[in-house]
């Protein structure tokens, strides 16, 4: 029973690099998140798809942009990284808008 | 939009006292309040929700209550264990617009052994 899978679980870049963080779920949830979390913040909504086909600008999207690439997955690119986006991210799903998340267990990402 | 607000953020307590963390949500229409336990290393995980129809809800040791009126809401955990120890995440879902939670800022709650 996976549940929410993310990849990578760790990486590091280089200002200016760009990469994707996977995500993908086997619960044949219709909604899909991405947040960041960073020490005394919280989680910060960067973007959701509330259905496929969907994607939707969060509390924190600037320099993010995601894909819905089918019901199952939801990726997260970064296009230039920059320090400030070094924190850990999580994706997470739901059934719909009456049911709670379900979280993966995060990519932890430093760029230096 | 939603803001929840969440205290405290660090609790310490010993070993078999109750815990209680409290947050307080500003739209009346939130009608879905989760609450998260995020263990070292892992994602956040669901331990309990409530709904705005409800007044509490427990589950063994844990239960939840809500005050509409208030518009605040409170974990309690009971007869505290070292499992517990974890940070706390409570969560606000408004009834009106799209369908994402408005998170706390979290609680890292110590069992004192």
Known sequence: NAGVTQTPKFQVLKTGQSM?????????HNSMY???QDPGMGLRLIYYSA???TTDKGEVPNGYNVSRLNKREFSLRLESAAP??????FCA???????????????????? | GENVEQHPSTLSVQEGDSAVIKCTYSDSASNYFPWYKQELGKGPQLIIDIRSNVGEKKDQR??????KTAKHFSLHITETQPEDSAVYFCAARSNFGN???????????????
């Open chain 1, 20 to 28: 994707t963080l996977q995500c993908a779920q086997d619960m044949n």
């Open chain 1, 34 to 36: 991405w947040y960041r």
């Open chain 1, 51 to 53: 259905s496929e086909g």
């Open chain 1, 84 to 89: 400030s986006q070094t924190s850990v991210y």
């Open chain 1, 93 to 112: 799903s739901s059934r719909d808008r009456n049911y709670g998340y379900t979280f993966g267990s995060g990519t932890r990402l430093t760029v230096v």
């Open chain 2, 62 to 67: 844990i239960a939840v209550t809500l005050n």
């Open chain 2, 99 to 113: 369908e994402k939670l408005t998170f706390g800022t979290g609680t890292r709650l110590t069992i004192i052994p």
